[in-house]
Every structure is written in structure tokens, then in C-alpha cells.
């Protein structure tokens, strides 16, 4: 399965994105997805994932209540919309398939995509 993550780009601090990722190949509907981002010189995190059959969310607290990660098993896709952006929100976001928790630690995850820049202006 490959992964191809779209949607970034520059944004005003409090403005909204859609990141898209999709999966070619074969179906990845047994997958947990999930989204992690990767500031410049930092470690990468944990951002929001969700379950193959898209009834659990996970989120980190810094984004909870502002993102929302979603899926269509049958179009092969996993979303992540993201409200009220900040300045720390900057990163690259990844998004990544895997079938084994705690989903919050990217070893976990044996499918990334190539990442696409989300840039946060004051």
C-alpha cells in the first residue's frame, strides 16, 4: 500500500486546513491511520488517529477539540481537518498505517506517506 499525503500549505494563525491522505495498492481498511507531524529540529508526534472501522479517535491534547481525523474505507482515504490553527502547528504531517498500539508511537506504523508542509503565519 502507498500512502499520498495533499492538502497543505500556508495558512493565517485561527484559519482551517483539509489534509487529505490516499492509499493505492491494495485497501487498507484493516489499518489503524493516523496523522503525525515533524516541526524542524523536533521529534515526530503524535497527532490524531483513528480505528479501521473509524469508531475510535485518539487525539494529543494540543490539538483535541480543534482537529478532526476522518475516513472512507471504501475511497481508500483518511482526512484530518484542523480548525483554529496555530503558529505551532507548523510542521510536516505525515500520515501512516499500522495495526498495532499503543497508536500513539509511530513504530507502530509500518505505512507512511511522503508528508506535505503545513506552515502556521502569525
Known amino acids: 500500500v502507498q500512502l499520498q499525503a495533499s492538502g497543505g500549505g500556508l495558512v493565517q494563525a485561527g484559519g482551517s486546513l483539509r489534509l487529505s491522505c490516499a492509499a493505492s495498492g491494495r485497501t487498507f481498511s484493516g489499518y489503524v491511520m493516523g496523522w503525525f507531524r515533524q516541526a524542524p529540529g523536533k521529534e515526530r508526534e503524535f497527532v490524531a488517529a483513528i480505528s479501521w472501522s473509524g469508531d475510535r479517535t485518539y487525539y494529543a491534547d494540543s490539538v483535541k477539540g480543534r482537529f478532526t481525523i476522518s475516513r472512507d474505507n471504501a475511497k481508500n482515504t483518511v482526512a484530518l481537518q484542523m480548525n483554529s490553527l496555530k503558529p505551532e502547528d507548523t510542521a510536516v504531517y505525515y500520515c501512516?498505517?499500522?495495526?498495532?498500539?499503543?497508536?500513539?508511537?509511530?513504530?507502530?506504523?509500518?505505512?507512511w506517506g511522503q508528508g506535505t508542509l503545513v506552515t502556521v503565519s502569525s
Open positions: 501512516a498505517g499500522g495495526s498495532s498500539y499503543p497508536i500513539q508511537r509511530p513504530s507502530n506504523y509500518d505505512l
